[in-house]
């Protein structure tokens, strides 16, 4: 694996920070505290609450946004809902403060602002509004990938794990601006609540197609994709369910085409330092984030069939991990 001077080497990501660590005596009392049902529900509401409170006081209008795009997208749920698509069980999870994980109108329906939120936080220290702080965070994650396109055209792109297609606009967008030609870019998601809401934000019908489907069961014909990303997805899943994500992935590239995961940096001094109460709320709400800091990632790759593996932090929160079939 090559990567910067500032990326996660392949042992750090084995070592989860203190607070995510089971085995660690500060994780560990943070799941005993977690493993408490009423607990956990008042830890689920004071993190909505700090959430909202804090994304509406940088500028995002988190609940008028959410009135707005439940209105819009709940007469295209049928049409975003494939009825041969089985639910995971690992999908039902309570994600995100939701009882009902990614599956209802309130986790669609706010995830744009969520995503705001997310690029907001890189840069706490910086006078950014949401739509700066995602430009800037979108264009570094691209800039960590295209050393490894080295240059080429591309002809068709795979966003998976799209949630309500934030990330999926940005990389058509660069794209098209890097090579100047249309690129065929394809969404794919297990909520059909998100992808409802990303036909609403995709107004232009700039992608090509929004898949109601497992990352890990696609359906698509082998050999079908020059690019694949997963843009904060992997803390999302078992690590069972990664290393399948990443076999699919494999199997949908053409020969020389490269596969990119953005996430959570286990390096990053931002997240190893975070404050007690701050990570037992993030802990809270993120049920798989242990799985993700133990998966040695670029080792999963590599296992999966994955060459010329390489690692850059994006930011001070992220990295990027690009591999080639």
């Not at 749920?77 to 041969?84: E, G, K, V, W």
């Not at 286990?266 to 993120?286: D, F, N, Y």
Request: one cysteine or more; aromatic letters at 6%; proline letters at 7%.
């Amino acid at each position: 694996m090559t990567s910067s001077a500032s990326a996660a080497s392949p042992a750090s990501a084995a070592v989860p920070p203190n607070w995510i660590d089971n085995r660690h005596p500060l994780g560990r009392l943070i799941a005993v505290l977690l493993a408490v049902e009423p607990l956990r529900r008042l830890m689920f509401l004071q993190a909505r609450q700090l959430i909202i409170r804090t994304a509406e006081g940088r500028g995002i209008a988190w609940r008028a946004r959410r009135q707005v795009l439940l209105r819009q997208a709940e007469p295209l749920l049928a049409a975003s809902r494939n009825p041969h698509t089985g639910t995971p069980a690992y999908f039902r999870a309570r994600f995100h403060a939701y009882q009902q994980g990614n599956l209802c109108w309130q986790a669609a329906c706010e995830a744009e602002q969520a995503t705001d939120a997310m690029a907001l936080r890189v840069w706490p220290d910086e006078a950014l509004t949401p739509s700066q702080a995602q430009q800037r965070l979108r264009q570094a994650i691209f800039a960590a990938i295209e050393p490894s396109l080295q240059g080429r055209p591309l002809r068709d792109a795979l966003d998976l794990g799209c949630s309500v297609g934030v990330g999926t606009l940005a990389l058509k967008h660069w794209l098209e601006q890097r090579q100047q030609a249309a690129v065929n870019v394809q969404g794919l998601d297990l909520s059909p609540e998100m992808l409802a809401v990303a036909r609403v934000r995709d107004a232009g019908q700039e992608i090509h197609t929004w898949h109601h489907a497992a990352a890990e069961a696609t359906g698509l014909p082998d050999a079908c994709m020059d690019l694949i990303t997963l843009q904060f997805v992997c803390h999302e899943l078992p690590a069972a369910a990664t290393r399948a994500v990443l076999a699919e992935a494999f199997r949908l590239l053409r020969p020389s085409g490269v596969i990119a995961l953005v996430d959570q940096d286990p390096g990053s001094a931002v997240i190893r330092r975070l404050p007690a109460p701050i990570a037992t709320l993030l802990k809270s709400t993120e049920p798989y984030l242990e799985d993700y800091f133990r998966l040695d990632l670029p080792a999963a790759l590599a296992e999966a069939g994955f060459q010329a593996v390489r690692g850059e932090a994006c930011d001070p929160r992220h990295r990027v991990l690009v591999a080639v079939r």
